[in-house]
């Protein structure tokens, strides 16, 4: 299985930038972002589907956020700028196995890092 580790968290202000990086052991077909604020649900955040190069967003983070990725190393990244109070949480990376696992019908979120905390202060 594919082992991801992210970095790049930190304390910011109100209106700052921060990268976020996920190094993944191996290949994925879809690597991504999420984040989980105190006392909330897990939300998506950004997708990035090697096949292709596509992007996906979150309506909250359009616009602000870009996800890009490096192929060797096995990398994505999520440049995070004009951060607002509500960005902070622990963001986590996540990928996507490039083969159906047996048993299943379709490809999720199957590798998941550790996460790394961002806070937001205003």
């Known amino acids: 299985q594919v082992q991801l580790v992210e970095s790049g968290g930190g304390v910011v202000q109100a209106g700052g930038s921060l990268r976020l990086s996920c190094a993944a052991s191996?290949?994925?077909?879809?690597m991504g972002w999420f984040r989980q604020a105190q006392g909330k649900k897990r939300e998506f955040v950004a997708a990035f589907n090697w096949s292709g190069g596509t992007t996906h967003y979150s309506d909250s983070v359009k616009g602000r956020f870009t996800i890009s990725a490096d192929n060797a190393p096995n990398t994505v990244y999520l440049q995070m700028n004009s951060l607002l109070p509500e960005d902070t949480a622990v963001y986590f990376c996540a990928g996507m196995p490039i083969r159906l696992p047996s048993g299943r019908l379709q490809l999720e979120w199957d590798y998941w890092g550790q996460g790394t905390q961002v806070t937001v202060s205003s």
């Open positions: 191996g290949r994925t077909s879809k």
